[in-house]
C-alpha cells in the first residue's frame, strides 16, 4: 500500500488526546524514540501531531504474556553461535526479546545485530518503568515484570560467555 501525503490526512499539531504518539499506526524511531514512521502517512512523524486517520492503540500489556511465552528464534544458529566448545547446549534470547527484535525488523526494516541491541536496550528502559514518550510515559505493570524477568535471563546467559 503506498503511503499517504501528510496534507491529504490533515496532519497538524494536536490539541487534544489524539496524537500520533498513541495511535495504532505510529513506529517510533530509536535511539531517541523523539520521532517516528507512520504505517499509514509519508515522511518523518512527530508524535505530538495527529491526522484524520488517528486509531487508538490496543492495549500493549495485553500481548505481553503472549510474547513472554513465544519464542521467535533469530537467525540460523543459537545465540553467540551455540552450542561451542564453551556453551555444549544452543542458546537463545529471551523469547519477549527475540518478539521485540522481529517487531523491529519487520517494522522498521532494521537488520538483526541492531534490531536485537534496540530491543535489549528497550526491555532494559521498560524494567525501570521508563517509555520516554507518548502520552502515556508510565510502563504497565505486566510490561515491567516480563521486562524485568528477560533481563534477569539475558544476564544469566551474558554471564555463561564470559
Known sequence: MDKLDKKAVNYRPSEGDQRCGSCSMIRMLPPDFESAHCTLVEGLIDPDYVCDHWEAQVEKSAETPRLEATPHQLGPH???????????????????????????M???GMDESKAIAMAIAAVK???????????RRHVHPEVIA?????????????????
Do not use: C, F, M
Not at 528502559?125 to 502520552?135: E, F, H, I, Q, S
Not at 516480563?146 to 564470559?162: F, I, N, V
Open 125 to 135: 528502559r521498560w524494567a525501570a518503568g521508563d517509555l520516554k514518550w507518548g502520552p
Open 106 to 108: 519487520r517494522d522498521q
Open 78 to 104: 543459537g545465540l553467540w553461535h551455540t552450542p561451542s566448545k564453551k556453551v555444549p547446549v544452543k542458546q537463545k534470547l529471551p523469547n519477549y526479546i527475540e518478539n521485540i527484535a522481529h517487531a523491529l
Open 146 to 162: 516480563a521486562s524485568r524477568r528477560a533481563l534477569e535471563e539475558w544476564e544469566k546467559l551474558k554471564e555463561s560467555h564470559h
